[in-house]
């Protein structure tokens, strides 16, 4: 079985906490993304995760000002991760238990190294019955 930092996607984009909501938002838009890790610096350490839906439901729908709000009024802050050297069966079940279709990967310090994602795991890991079993379980209603 593969381990994490061999099927996931190294250097992944991430932003700050403090970092305007509206930045962001842009970057998920041009990287066609719909999360991206949040890290400290300068460690680069995993302190949280912001996803688009985060953004439409924290600060859209809530009515709070978008051209003041921050990547803190809108993440989630410490993360599942996985660490480097797991095996991509633990990833999953990471994924599967918490019904995430991506979950960051750390090095031994916690520090942000890259992300394993659905897609990962379907073209990089080739276990058939190991996608399917994510997907549904991904899109299990909780």
Sequence with gaps: MPKSREIM??????????DPI????????KEDIGSLPVVDSPEQRLVGIVTDRDIVVKIVAAGRDIRSATVKDAMTPNPVSVPEDADVDEAVHVMSQRQIRR????????????????????????HDRTTGELVEAISERG
């Excluded at 979950?103 to 080739?126: C, E, F, M, W, Y």
């Design 103 to 126: 979950v960051p990967v750390v090095d031994a310090n916690g520090k942000l190294t890259g992300i394993v994602s659905q897609a990962d795991i379907a073209t990089r890991a080739h």
């Design 22 to 29: 509206v930045s962001v938002a842009d970057t998920m838009r």
């Design 9 to 18: 996607t190294a250097n992944p984009v991430a932003c700050h906490a403090e």
